[in-house]
Structures are given as C-alpha cells and as structure tokens.
C-alpha cells in the first residue's frame, strides 16, 4: 500500500468514526430532553423562577440606563477636550505678542 491509500483511509475511518459519535450524541441529548420535559417544577420554585426573571429583568433596564449615562458623559468630555484642543491650536498659531 503507498502512504496516499493509507492516509485515504485514515481520513475515511476518521469520518465514518466521527459521524457515528455525533450520531449517538445527538442520541443521547434527545433522550434527556424528553426527560427533562416530564419533569414539572415545583409550585414554590416556579414561583421563585418567575421572580428571579422580574429582578433580572429590571438590573437589565438599569444597566442599560447606566450605560446611556456614560455614554452622554464621555460624549460631553470627548467635546470639552476637543474644544480645549482647538483653542490651544489657534493660540499656538498666532505669534507671540510683544509688550
């Protein structure tokens, strides 16, 4: 046999391999599902749930109104520095003046 059939099959067993895991995988994963899906939740611990989404919910609305603020506050230092820059420009072009 050349080293180019073997390689050939190497690949070939490798694939067959690969597929066969992924197949009993996907298998397995099925199966849990289904039996997760069976399974109900307590009353006290859907409740909780529930709650727990609200709170997540509402940190999730101030997150995003803190981000906003900074957003706004690094927007008004960014043009308070660029306002600073060119004023400096504009002195620095001017000639000195003499007394």
Do not use: N, W, Y
């Not at 690949?11 to 599902?33: D, K, P, Q, W």
């Not at 997150?63 to 504009?90: N, P």
Request: hydrophobic content about 40%; aromatic content about 2%; proline content about 5%.
């Amino acid at each position: 046999m050349t080293s180019g059939v073997v390689i050939t099959l190497v690949v070939c067993a490798t694939a067959v391999i690969m597929g066969l895991i992924v197949h009993v995988s996907a298998h397995i994963a099925r199966s849990r599902a289904a039996r997760l899906k069976q399974e109900k939740l307590p009353p006290d611990v859907s409740g909780r749930l529930e709650r727990m989404e609200q709170s997540i919910d509402a940190i999730a609305l101030e997150m995003e109104r803190i981000s906003e603020g900074q957003r706004f506050t690094t927007k008004l230092l960014s043009e308070s520095s660029d306002a600073r820059l060119d004023k400096l420009s504009v002195e620095a072009k001017q000639p000195p003046s003499r007394p």
